[in-house]
Every structure is written in C-alpha cells, then in structure tokens.
C-alpha cells in the first residue's frame, strides 16, 4: 500500500486562460477527477483522525487527508460539490484578514506583474524607508514577478497594500478582471461541519519567522479566536503561512491551544512525525490518474 500524505491545495478554477504563476489553481474538472481517484484508490479521512494515527505511531498506509490553505470563495462554490458527491472530507485553513478584502494580494500582484504592457528596469517600492528597488530588466515575467513578490510578502499588511497600490499606478495596468474571491468569515462559517472542517491561517499571513514574538503570538492568537468566535466551537488545527516557521514559532502554536499544524515539507507522513510539524504535498493542475503517478512517487 502506498505511504499516507496530507494534500495540500488552494483555488478549484481554471482562471480562464490567465496566468497561474504560482500553481495554485486546480481546474474543477481535474479536482473531480482527482478526488473520484483519491476515494477509489485510497483511504480519504479527516485530517485529525490522521493526527490521531501520527500520535499513536501506528499510521496505516494508504491514508489520505485533504487540505485548502488561505479560504477561496470556490472552495464552497466549485470543491465542496465534489467532496460532497465523494464523501470526502477536508480542512480549510483561513486567512481570517481575507474577510476584509476583495482578493489576495499576492492574486493581484500576479495580474499587475504579468499583465503589465512593459515592466520598467527597477520596480520601486517608496511606501518604506529607503525605497526598496527590485531589478527585473532581462528577466522573464515570472523570474519578476517573484523578486517583487518576495519584498513585499515581509512589508506590515498597510504598507503592502500602499505598495500594490502605487504598482497598479506606475505599471498602468488596464482595468483587470476579479482575482478569485475569498470567503467571507459568515461564508467559513457555514461551510464549517460538513465536508469541512475549518482550521486557522494566521490573520494577514506573513512569514511568522520574520516577526518578533508578540507579532507572532498575534497573528496565531488573532485568527484562532476570529475563527472560534464564528464557529462556536474550539479551533485546534493551523497552517504555516507559506510552510514557514522555526522553533519560536512551533512553540507559539503550541501555547495557543493548538494541537496540529501543517508545513509545506513535500514528503508523505512518518510515524515520528510531530503533530506540530506535519508534511504536506502540493497539489498541481493534474488528472486523477496523473496525481496518483505523483504520489507513488512520493518519499
């Protein structure tokens, strides 16, 4: 039998044809293509009844558990359809400062960077002291779109949105389609006890090692009580904002009462795994058959 995995996906759409830089996207036709394989080849269960098997040291082979980071409006609209005809479950990690916003930012980057008529030598970024400049002259659109990417991911949520804002001014990008929406808190709240159980994201999803301790404590604390307020119930699952955290880190989620938590490590689970530190492997725009190729394949 094959080793147990935790999936790790974000959007169900086919953006239309636009660009999908960060390979976040399954079409929902390869979604039910994926979960119809998933259900018939393996063992699907909820995420904490893997936790349960990984404390135990005992994780029978074959298991799968399903899992959605940030809180896409089409996971209600497009994935849980599917899950539901399929009877599989799945965990939703939520971004509670999406609740607050028409899109992610890093969505709306995308569409700036690889829309843009012509990119300038340097991308300046002045809404920080001194200004950040980012070289992209001779590279190719997504080489840009990653460095400009990786010095705002650390900018505070404020400064970051003054950033984007001055991008869309000097890029002049036309008017842009939606990026694909977020739910809103009442959205997860509804979708919480089905297919889906909900888990906290941090509250603006920064890099939590990036931050100092009571930044960190934040961002957890925040987003776990936002959830549990709207849920009505204890929230004891969470997912590191971009797979990344260090010791700091792992013992703030700890301290917050929360008892799993996923990385983005692309490896299959081992029975000395912490519940703290659990792997996770992506999920790109396959066919069932195609994803399972990938997971027998996985270490």
């Known amino acids: 039998m094959p080793a147990p995995v935790i999936l790790m996906y974000h959007s169900v759409d086919d953006r239309r044809g636009r660009s999908d830089a960060w390979a976040l996207s399954v079409s929902p036709e390869n979604f039910a293509s994926q979960v119809e394989?998933?259900?018939?080849?393996?063992?699907?269960?909820?995420?904490?009844?893997?936790a349960r098997c990984v404390r135990a040291g005992r994780i029978p082979r074959g298991l799968v558990a399903i899992t959605f980071d940030d809180g896409y409006a089409n996971n209600a609209t497009a994935a849980k359809p599917v899950l539901e005809r399929y009877g599989a479950p799945a965990t939703l990690f939520y971004m509670t400062a999406a609740a607050d916003t028409p899109s992610f930012w890093w969505d709306r980057l995308e569409r700036l960077i690889m829309e843009a008529r012509s990119l300038p030598a340097v991308v300046s970024i002045p809404v920080v002291a001194p200004t950040v400049r980012v070289a992209v002259e001779g590279v190719d659109r997504a080489t840009a779109l990653s460095r400009v990417w990786s010095r705002l991911r650390d900018l505070g949520p404020a400064d970051r949105e003054r950033a984007m804002a001055d991008l869309a001014d000097s890029l002049a990008v036309p008017s842009l389609d939606p990026a694909p929406a977020p739910l809103t808190i009442e959205e997860v709240a509804r979708l919480d006890g089905g297919v889906f159980s909900i888990g906290a994201?941090?509250?603006?999803?920064?890099?939590?090692?990036?931050?100092?301790?009571?930044?960190?404590?934040?961002?957890?604390?925040?987003?776990?009580?936002?959830?549990?307020?709207?849920?009505?119930?204890?929230?004891?699952?969470?997912?590191?904002?971009?797979?990344?955290?260090?010791?700091?880190?792992?013992?703030?989620?700890?301290?917050?009462?929360?008892?799993?938590?996923?990385?983005t490590s692309a490896r299959a689970i081992r029975p000395d795994d912490h519940c703290l530190t659990l792997p996770r492997v992506g999920v790109g725009n396959w066919s069932g058959e195609e994803l399972m190729r990938h997971l027998a394949s996985i270490p």
């Open 201 to 263: 994201h941090t509250h603006s999803h920064p890099s939590l090692p990036s931050l100092q301790p009571p930044d960190i404590a934040r961002e957890i604390v925040d987003s776990k009580a936002i959830c549990e307020r709207y849920l009505a119930r204890p929230v004891t699952a969470f997912a590191y904002p971009f797979g990344d955290h260090d010791d700091r880190v792992v013992a703030a989620v700890a301290d917050a009462g929360l008892t799993l938590a996923c990385t």
């Open 37 to 50: 394989a998933l259900v018939s080849q393996r063992t699907v269960v909820p995420l904490e009844d893997l």
